[in-house]
């Protein structure tokens, strides 16, 4: 140490150096090689086993994959065929025709196959209606669409009279407008609790028979098609998306319940969280499929599908809030106060202040869960429903395909995971994207 | 005592706006408070008339913050009464809101907004609370950096300032709801010395333009040059209450002696 502030002459340069190169052996990919696979002999040892073992798999997996037959009717046929290629007993080869000649029933289940635009259209606009909510450089106008999407969404799955959503979307609008028009008059909490009520009534009493006297005085509409029609990764999309984007504003609400001092509200979250939590999906599912049924008044049809989302997203909502709080309660006090001490109440803090830090922080734990629930969705096919694994099984029951594995699996596990994955690269992106700290 | 006569600006302070009005702006009478059994504030009577200028010192542990954070609600207190601005604080919650716009509060550790940029964070509150246009609020927010010299720095987030420009930020954001009342705990407990003084000068600035400010500080120098009372708490009590000069010079109780011997050092 003293050594520099010294002033013998030896440890004083007087011509300054230029800068140099770092010795070759520093820089590139040899120095990245030496530093990261072969900087021990333990180290060494490990990635000479690790190529091995990739070029072992890989060897097995990739003549497999790429020698694979693409056209035939059946898996007789292919093996017919691969034996002319390679000889009787020859190598083992992929049978990807039965994608291509399954591959819609993957896809869409029974949905009718000339309308497979609706719901390619409706990925379409759901794709527009959530990039400006994900994306900031996308055009704000899109944000007009996004809430309008649910109902176009509706309408072009289960297609019907276009009279039926904007019956429903009226209720909203009404609600609204109760509460635009009614706050000056009965006061913030008169007009909510109205702008909650009228459209209730609304949509048990007028909605119906407005929606059918429309559409018999003005028959719009499209070729209807019932949810048993619904299957494959459609469905798994359909349950999915719609568990997602419910179950995250009923998940933040109970997180913010299970903070609250408010008795009632405290002690029905935490009820409602621990016993969502604490019992299987699959259980609830079979719920939904079943009980429901005795619960409801006689003769309502309340459509399964429906019902699984209501499930779906109800689980899902419960782990998101127990993620959401693990965020609430990591932010310093100081937040909260500096929130309160400049005046703004509850609702304003938690919105501008609170939240938006304490959803940075939980972003992992959200996205995960969104990814459990999407891959969860796969368990319907235990209640009979045609989710892709489902298809699997009745395609692999008819005699042209029975016998077939793993090409229908590395399908469907492709399609989830290109979801999937997309999901947690969002999720990154996002997390770099809010980091204003700078640490 | 060598300290209290190290001044902590260096240029003499205008005192032609500090002028002290018979109108009252804080008024305490019989005020308690515990935490649980813990008897945190004793019996506490204050009045602050519009344009005083408080320090408020003792010892750690003392009731301090709990004291000036019961004034803007941030604690609610058990028996007693304080009236803000002719407002008396009640559990109502439209009134805390609105005793709390009134009165701005800077907090030892800033308590900025770590994901809005210093701009968004002095026009949040002006924005969503007073409703005023985003236009006017940004207006007003550059105008109060540039006060507290940092307009250079409105596009940037709390995490890539330095402890004193945050503060001064704070100090800013609060200002922007034009407050009539500010309060201050410990500002500067949390910054290295050589930006404790860039804080104090704010603070010195609001006082020479009239604001009524309670500031719990250990800044001695600041009390002498800036107050016009000083008060000493001991126990979540107040024990004695005096001019600074005489509070230094002279002071009654054996706590203060004790606590001014400790803080002044030897
Ligand atoms: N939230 C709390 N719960 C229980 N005790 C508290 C709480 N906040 C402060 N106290 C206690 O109240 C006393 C006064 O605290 P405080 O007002 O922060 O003191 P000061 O600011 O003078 O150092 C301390 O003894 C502290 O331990
Ligand atoms: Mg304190």
């Known amino acids: ?439 | 005592m060598s300290e209290l006569h190290t001044d902590t600006v260096d240029r003499t302070i205008d005192r032609s706006q500090m002028k002290v009005s018979d109108e009252i702006a804080i008024e305490i009478v019989g005020m308690n408070k515990w935490y649980g059994t813990f008897h945190v504030l004793r019996d506490i009577n204050l009045t602050v008339n519009r344009g005083e200028r408080i320090v408020i010192c003792g010892p750690s542990g003392s009731g301090k913050s709990t004291l000036i954070r019961c004034i803007n609600a941030l604690e609610e207190h058990q028996q007693g009464s304080i009236v803000v601005d002719g407002t008396l604080l009640s559990n109502d919650l439209k009134n805390i809101d609105r005793i709390r716009s009134e009165v701005g509060m800077c907090f030892q550790h800033f308590n900025l907004f770590p994901h809005l940029t210093i701009l968004e964070n002095c026009t949040l509150a002006p924005i969503w609370v007073r409703k005023t246009p985003k236009r006017e609020a940004e207006e007003t927010a550059m105008y109060f950096l540039e006060k507290v010299k940092i307009p250079e720095q409105a596009d940037k987030y709390p995490g890539q300032l330095s402890g004193g420009q945050q503060q001064r930020v704070a100090i800013a954001r609060s200002l922007c709801m034009r407050p009539r009342i500010m309060l201050f705990d410990e500002p500067t407990s949390a910054l290295d010395p050589e930006m404790i003084k860039e804080v104090l000068d704010t603070m010195i600035q609001l006082a020479e333009e009239g604001m009524t400010m309670l500031c719990v500080t250990h800044e001695m120098g600041f009390a002498r040059q800036v107050a016009n009372r000083v008060i000493f708490m001991a126990d979540g009590q107040i024990v004695e209450q005096n001019e600074p000069e005489e509070f230094f010079l002279n002071p009654q109780s054996d706590r203060t002696k004790q606590f001014l011997s400790q803080i002044l050092g030897h």
């Open chain 1, 1 to 439: 140490m003293s050594e520099t502030h010294s002033h013998s002459a030896s440890y004083v340069r007087r011509e300054m150096l230029p800068q140099q190169d770092p010795p070759a052996l520093q820089t590139g990919a040899v120095k990245w090689l030496r530093e990261n696979l072969f900087s021990g002999w333990l180290n060494t040892i490990l990635t000479i086993l690790s190529i091995f073992v990739v070029y072992w798999v890989l060897a097995h997996i990739l003549p497999w994959m790429l020698g694979g037959i693409w056209t035939a009717d059946s898996l007789t046929e292919c093996r017919e065929i691969r034996d002319q290629l390679y000889g009787e007993g020859g190598r083992e080869v992929a049978c990807w025709a039965v994608l291509v000649d399954r591959w819609h029933q993957l896809l869409f289940g029974f949905y009718p196959d000339d309308s497979y635009w609706r719901p390619i259209l409706s990925l379409i606009v759901f794709g527009a209606a959530v990039a400006p909510v994900l994306y900031e450089s996308v055009s704000r106008k899109l944000l007009l669409l996004t809430p309008l999407a649910p109902f176009i969404i509706f309408w072009l799955l289960w297609g019907g009279t276009i009279w039926g959503p904007l019956a429903v979307l009226a209720g909203f609008v009404l609600g609204w407008a109760v509460f635009r028009f009614g706050e000056p008059v009965i006061g913030s909490l008169g007009a909510t609790l109205a702008a909650i009520l009228v459209p209730i009534l609304y949509w048990l009493f007028a909605a119906g028979p407005i929606a059918s006297g429309l559409s018999s005085a003005l028959p719009i509409g499209i070729e209807s098609v019932p949810s048993d029609d619904f299957g494959g990764f459609m469905l798994a999309l359909v349950i999915g998306i719609a568990g997602i984007v419910l179950s995250l504003p009923l998940g933040i609400v109970l997180a913010l319940g299970r903070q609250s001092d408010l008795f009632i509200v405290n002690k029905f979250s935490v009820i409602f969280i621990e016993v969502i939590r604490g019992v299987p999906l699959i259980v609830w599912l079979f719920t939904a499929s079943l009980l429901l049924n005795y619960f409801l008044p006689p003769g309502t049809n309340f459509d399964l599908m429906l019902r699984v989302i209501i499930m779906v997203t109800l689980f899902s909502s419960a782990y998101i809030a127990e993620v959401v709080r693990g965020g609430l309660a990591a932010l310093p006090r100081g937040q909260y106060e500096g929130a309160d001490s400049l005046g703004l109440d509850y609702w304003q803090s938690m919105r501008l202040v609170i939240l938006p830090q304490a959803l940075k922080i939980s972003i992992p734990g959200i996205v995960s869960t969104f990814i459990g629930l999407f891959k969860d969705t796969t368990l319907v096919v235990f209640i009979g429903l045609l989710d892709p694994i489902g298809f699997s099984n009745s395609i692999r029951a008819s005699t042209d395909w029975n016998g077939v594995y793993w090409e229908l699996f590395i399908f469907i596990g492709l399609c989830f995971f290109i979801c999937c994955f997309s999901m947690s690269r969002y999720s990154q992106f996002l997390e770099r994207k809010l980091r204003t700290d700078h640490r």
